[in-house]
């Protein structure tokens, strides 16, 4: 077995927090008015940790998300990839929640400011991680 480089790692802790996120949207407790939770629609009123709003297709979302960063996480290349399309997927995500209105059928997802504004803060984390780790620091000198 080979060690992981710092983007493989990075991928695969971001992989892992993205699987539990997505678990932790079932949980009731977990996930507050659990019993408004909605397939895909504006008014599912449950709220993951009592802030985030979510729904089955958001925690599903989740749970991809976490499926791919831990399986891409495997090779230094696909963990980039991971990390930086991924992280251009969020803030998409961050400026569709600014466009739509939030009481609106448009809103499928569906996201509330707390949710817009953590997707800008992983976007911009998960480009600057795939760009950070990977960027050389000395020649090659092969």
Known sequence: MTARSRVQQAALLVGAVFLLVGILGFIPGVTTD????KFAEHDSTAKLLGVFQVSILHNIVHLLFGVAGIAMAR?????????IGGGVVYLVLWLYGLII???SSANFIPVNNADNWLHLVLGLGMIALGVAL??????DTR
């Open 34 to 37: 659990y019993d408004s939770l």
């Open 75 to 83: 090779a230094a290349s696909t963990a980039r990839t991971y990390l």
């Open 101 to 103: 209105d939030h009481d």
């Open 134 to 139: 990977t960027r050389r620091t000395h020649p």
